[in-house]
């Protein structure tokens, strides 16, 4: 594959500034932010830079810039407060996130789906904040684990 000329690279990223430009206005600055980045790949693709230097260009485009050599930072997860009276399956999602297992381990582990380790995730943020399920909610969710044989 032979490089892309000058004239491809700006036709490239016209396209892209285009399709940047014709987004919903919500989407604009976001899109307008990758496209400032590609246009950083391109140029340091143009200019023969080092993985690292182009990597520095491209974090300097985008605006946040991280010490070298250091991957950013991953995100704190909270520990979940149990709401009021969970149920047993709750229970065991609630220990098994606060061991640090994700969504989907959690779900194949418990036997249930991800929309209930989202549930449960959700109720417990909600009693942090000082709200409780209401008892239709719990009722909904207990008739469905009966019929899933939880």
Do not use: F
Not at 113 to 128: K, L, P
């Amino acid at each position: 594959m032979s490089p892309l000329t000058e004239a491809q690279t700006e036709w490239l990223l016209g396209q892209l500034q285009l399709a940047a430009e014709r987004a919903p206005m919500e989407l604009r600055p976001k899109r307008r932010q990758l496209v400032r980045g590609m246009r950083a790949v391109l140029n340091a693709l143009a200019e023969g830079m080092s993985t690292r230097d182009m990597r520095n260009a491209l974090v300097a485009e985008l605006g946040t810039a991280y010490p070298n050599n250091m991957a950013p930072p991953k995100p704190v997860r909270e520990l979940l407060v149990p709401y009021n009276d969970p149920t047993a399956l709750d229970r065991e999602i609630i220990e098994r996130w606060n061991v640090g297992m994700g969504r989907d381990a959690i779900a194949k582990a418990v036997g249930c789906s991800v929309a209930t380790v989202e549930r449960v995730v959700r109720w417990c943020d909600s009693a942090a904040k000082g709200e409780q399920p209401t008892e239709k909610q719990r009722s909904l969710v207990h008739t469905k684990q009966q019929a899933n044989g939880h």
